[in-house]
Nanobody, 112 residues
């Protein structure tokens, strides 16, 4: 059974940066599309960014130009580089492999 482990969350000031990582167990990481989602208190979980197995990317309008998703198939890891962070980026960030394998989430808090 595949497991996803997110890391890299934390508390940063507005305008700061964070890099999230999601490490996957298993041998077939490279064949899956991967995604980052987030869920703020009282809100639905929403797609932040996704990357196909060939490396094509897609971003939510709210993060376009500030966030970058990437993957390293040799390390079974997908990353989310987040720059110019805003208070509204505060949420628990989750990694998704394929359509139904989720990580446990990592908290990102943007506050001065």
């Amino acid at each position: 059974q595949v497991q996803l482990v997110e890391s890299g969350g934390g508390l940063v000031q507005p305008g700061g940066s964070l890099r999230l990582s999601c490490a996957a167990s298993g041998s077939f990481f490279r064949i899956y599309a991967m995604g980052w989602y987030r869920q703020a208190p009282g809100k639905q979980r929403e797609l932040v960014a996704s990357i196909t197995r060939s490396g094509s990317t897609n971003y939510a309008d709210s993060v376009q130009g500030r966030f970058t998703i990437s993957r390293d198939n040799a390390k079974n890891t997908v990353y989310l580089q987040m720059n110019s962070l805003k208070p509204e980026d505060t949420a628990v960030y989750y990694c998704l492999q394929g359509s139904n394998t989720w990580g446990q989430g990592t908290q990102v808090t943007i506050s001065s």
